[in-house]
């Protein structure tokens, strides 16, 4: 909350900081607004919905009360300055709103990135396996550690039976059918916040390994 109100109030006395400097240097309005424009994504960087929404009006504010007419005042009277205003804002919301998208994809990027790495991980964890109960074993306990879920449990059918790691006694977030072995079979998930896109691709994961595990086991 501290956080929010530190970047609202750089917003509010940036800004129109900038606005004045411009004035006091003889800028034209033209590039008053520019440079006020380029402030907005500035402040959208902050990656705070409240400061991308400020920032515009702000902008467009204190570009009326530099450069729209009467300087030191908000008050609007003629035809171009109200389209002068009202051009300023409409721009200044779509640059923020294409600022804030842009970072949530940059985002969204990273987080698909480290999802991967952990999968391989993950994978390579699992190649270690060479019994059911092995591969089971080093499951749970990777997928804690990898994913940070509060606790996980494997449960399989007879006589495999079922392997624990983490906080087990909280409320179920997810379960994951293992498909090869039944309804009876299941990966479950406590306190997690894994996307549905990486369970799936643990739930394949651990039943490619799990099934190998069984290949080797009959072959002995």
Known sequence: MLNRLLRVAATVL?????????????????TAAMILLLAVPGA???????VALLAPIVASLSLSWYFIETVGSLRIHS???TITFLTMIVTGLTVSRLSIRGQRRIADQGRRRREMERLNKLGVAL????????????????VAG????GG??????????????GATAGDLSAVIPLSRYGRESSLELIGSEISPEVQ???AGM???????????????
């Open 44 to 50: 959208a960087a902050f990656g705070d919905w409240l």
């Open 127 to 142: 190649a270690m396996g060479n019994t059911v109960a092995e591969v089971a074993e080093v499951a749970v306990q990777e």
């Open 146 to 149: 990898l994913f940070g879920t």
């Open 206 to 220: 651990l039943d490619l390994f799990l099934d190998r595990a069984r290949s080797l086991a009959q072959r002995a």
């Open 152 to 165: 996980i449990v494997l449960r399989m059918k007879n006589p495999d039976g079922v392997f624990r790691a």
């Open 79 to 81: 035809v171009e300055g």
């Open 14 to 30: 940036l800004i129109p900081g900038i606005a004045d400097v411009c004035y006091r240097a003889g800028a034209n309005r033209a």
């Open 200 to 202: 799936d691709a643990i």
